[in-house]
């Protein structure tokens, strides 16, 4: 059974400071994904990572993917309050076409204190 | 203009009733999902459907069934809600292509009392 495991669970950090969210899965995959979600609300698409060693960019996040490590980072730079919301990994397992099976991570709570 | 939509937004009401929730998505997507993000904001996949045919039922109680008339609307009626049934639950869609991650739904709060 797949597991995905993210750290921290909860991160509080002070505005124009950097940090990183990491997400660990236990089984094979090239496909990883990260979400947003807000209190209250649905959740966001931020990135697709479809292959070892992707990394894409919006604005103050970044994130990356090593399959062989089975590992996606989140990278936040220099946080702004608006960043305050729960970020979730989660990798897909499904079997091909438009059929995901995600598996998501626990979550990380991120507050971004001014 | 909503691309996947949920009815109701919010659900209370008690143990034992049966209650149904709508999705319906604008998209074109193939595939529709449920979801259930339950009280620690955990995901778990419950089920998904593709061109109306059921691809993945995760191990659910069979008080929950979905239903898929057409590809751009999957329901979920449950039966005798208990009160472990509390949750949000997502709709989602998506289409071929790994470059197009699952589209959600806003939600539906589901409180059992």
């Known amino acids: 059974e797949l597991k995905v495991e993210q750290n921290p669970l909860f991160l509080s950090m002070q505005e124009g400071k950097n940090y990183t969210i990491y997400c660990n899965y236990s089984t094979t995959s090239d496909r990883l994904y990260w979400y947003r979600q807000d209190p209250g609300k649905s959740l966001e698409s931020l990135f697709v990572?479809?292959?070892?060693?992707a990394v894409k960019q919006e604005g103050r996040l970044m994130a990356s993917l090593d399959t062989k490590a089975r590992l996606s980072t989140l990278h936040i730079t220099a946080a702004v309050h608006d960043l305050s919301a729960t970020y979730f990994c989660?990798?897909?397992?499904?079997?091909?076409?438009?059929?995901?099976?995600?598996?998501f991570g626990k979550g990380t709570l991120l507050t971004v204190n001014p | 203009d909503t691309a996947v939509s949920q009815t109701p937004k919010y659900l209370v009401t008690q143990m034992g009733n049966d209650k149904s929730i709508k999705c319906e998505q604008n998209?074109?997507?193939?595939?529709m999902y449920w979801y259930k993000q339950d009280s620690k904001k955990f995901l778990k996949i419950m089920f998904s459907y593709n061109n109306k045919e059921l691809i993945i039922n995760e191990t659910v109680p069979n008080r929950f069934s979905p239903k898929s008339p057409d590809k751009a609307h999957l329901n979920l009626h449950i039966n005798s809600l208990e009160l472990g049934d509390s949750a949000v639950y997502f709709c989602?869609?998506?289409?071929?292509?790994?470059?197009?991650?699952?589209?959600f739904g806003n939600g539906t709060r589901l409180t059992v009392t």
């Open positions: 998209l074109g997507h193939d595939t």
């Open positions: 990572l479809l292959s070892n060693g």
């Open positions: 989660a990798v897909d397992m499904g079997s091909g076409g438009s059929n995901y099976k995600l598996t």
């Open positions: 989602a869609s998506s289409q071929a292509g790994y470059n197009s991650p699952l589209h």
